[in-house]
């Protein structure tokens, strides 16, 4: 299999290559559409002005025709008798046909240049034959003769033609030569990645690459470099994930375990096994409520299309989950104040979204103390609805408040183990609000309060 350095080499020598091809073949069109007439036509002005200063000043001809050659022309004469003199250098092809001559001696112009019959990679021009030239007639010691003339294309354009050789031969060596530095250059940072991509798949994500560049090259560099943090973060974070998870369950086992134990002893008072029993099913609700959560992250994770979308007015679902804990409220004596007009409805899944209030104003009512205030609102505003959770609680820690959407966070570790929370809750809310294409936002101080944003689109 060719590597791509060989396959960008070979595509680019070979676009060199085919271009110029196609140049010279279109410069070779050019000339034989556009110049060779124009050059057929003064040559044949030029050799006209021969015949008419030759017909005015018959006495110089011969100096008149060595000077003309000199400048860089061949010419050729010659009479019926086959009387012939060259001047300049000769021809190297003496190809012209018997009619020809006649038609010149009688008086015609011949047009040997424009009748050059086109040839590939040969434009004629450089052609250095008799029949490639123009004829005319003079008169010489009173004698018709046929005169034929043509550019000497070695003394007008030698040195040229080698200076445009050379140009063409070293701008195409160097142009071979730039291209495959220049693919080298390309290619070179993709190697890395693939050697980077080994490592990745290897676990080893301390990876280090160029970034400098600003071409797409340097992007990728810089994406796959953001791509093996993030990598790197999602191995860790499911390193502690298990790791919590196996906590989490072995905890409550645990107890189960032991206090199942102990009640397997006949001295235990009533009072006593009622006490364990009580201990065993609150674990046990525990475990339950932890697979419930599990299973329902894995759903929002996995599940392309989880949602269950219908139409439902907030207000009344928000009541039903105030009703359901007015108990609560009333246990710790806090003051709820709702500001939900009743024109809000909601597109997305009820029961998700049921999910998230419980979970928002239980949390409000565990962490605000007796006599504390809890206010629920909800607004329209710029095509969304904007729903407030606020409460006058214990607050969070401006550094904790990036983390408490992790899984398995926790604030407060003592306050959780009495509240039996698994630290899944606000990560739950925060995939389902993500799910409705919605976002969670929290604000707190420590002992003033703790205000939740949902953002969800509205419909």
Request: charged residues 20%.
């Amino acid at each position: 299999m060719k590597s791509l350095y060989v396959r960008m080499c070979i595509v680019f020598c070979s676009t060199i290559i085919v271009s110029s091809v196609i140049g010279f073949l279109a410069t070779n069109m050019y000339y034989q559409i556009k110049l060779k007439p124009e050059n057929d036509l003064k040559l044949t002005q030029m050799a006209l002005q021969l015949k008419e200063f030759n017909e005015f000043h018959p006495e110089t001809t011969e100096e008149y025709l060595e000077s003309v050659s000199s400048l860089g022309y061949k010419i050729y004469i010659t009479n019926e008798q086959g009387e012939e003199q060259q001047y300049g250098r000769p021809f190297n092809e003496m190809n012209l046909n018997e009619e020809v001559l006649k038609k010149v001696l009688s008086g015609e112009v011949y047009h040997g240049v424009a009748e050059f019959p086109s040839k590939l990679f040969i434009t004629g021009f450089f052609n250095n034959e008799l029949r490639n030239s123009i004829g005319v007639s003079i008169q010489i010691n009173d004698q018709p003769y046929a005169l034929f003339i043509r550019p000497d294309a070695e003394i007008q354009f030698g040195e040229l033609r080698i200076f445009i050789a050379m140009l063409l031969g070293i701008t195409l060596m160097l142009c071979l030569g730039f291209v495959m530095i220049t693919s080298l250059h390309i290619v070179r940072p993709i190697t890395h990645l693939t050697m980077a991509t080994k490592r990745i798949v290897k676990g080893q994500y301390d990876i280090k690459l160029n970034t400098w560049r600003r071409d797409e090259i340097g992007q990728l560099a810089t994406h796959f470099m953001e791509m093996s943090t993030e990598l790197e973060r999602t191995n860790r974070s499911r390193q502690e994930f298990v790791a919590n998870v196996s906590h989490e369950i072995e905890s409550p086992l645990t107890s189960i375990q032991g206090f199942a134990h102990t009640l397997k002893e006949q001295s235990l008072s009533d009072e006593q096994q009622y006490r364990y029993l009580s201990i065993i099913e609150e674990e046990s609700q525990r475990l339950s409520l932890l697979s419930k959560q599990l299973l329902t992250l894995s759903t929002l994770d996995y599940d392309d299309n989880p949602l269950q979308i219908i139409a439902f007015e907030l207000r009344s679902q928000i009541r039903q989950v105030i009703q359901m804990m007015e108990w609560k409220l009333t246990e710790k004596n806090l003051a709820l104040r709702l500001n939900l007009p009743a024109d809000i409805t909601i597109h997305g899944d009820a029961n998700m979204l049921y999910q998230v209030w419980v979970n928002l104003i239980s949390n409000a009512i565990k962490y605000t103390p007796e006599g504390g205030n809890i206010l629920i609102a909800a607004k329209l505003e710029g095509g969304h609805c904007l729903i407030t959770v606020s409460d006058s609680g214990e607050g969070i820690a401006e550094e904790e408040l990036p983390m408490i959407f992790d899984r398995f966070y926790k604030v407060d570790l003592a306050r959780t183990r009495e509240t039996h929370s698994t630290g899944l809750g606000l990560s739950i809310v925060q995939k389902i609000i993500q799910s409705h294409k919605g976002t969670i936002d929290v604000t707190s101080t420590v002992g003033e309060g703790t205000i939740f944003t949902i953002t969800l689109p509205y419909l």
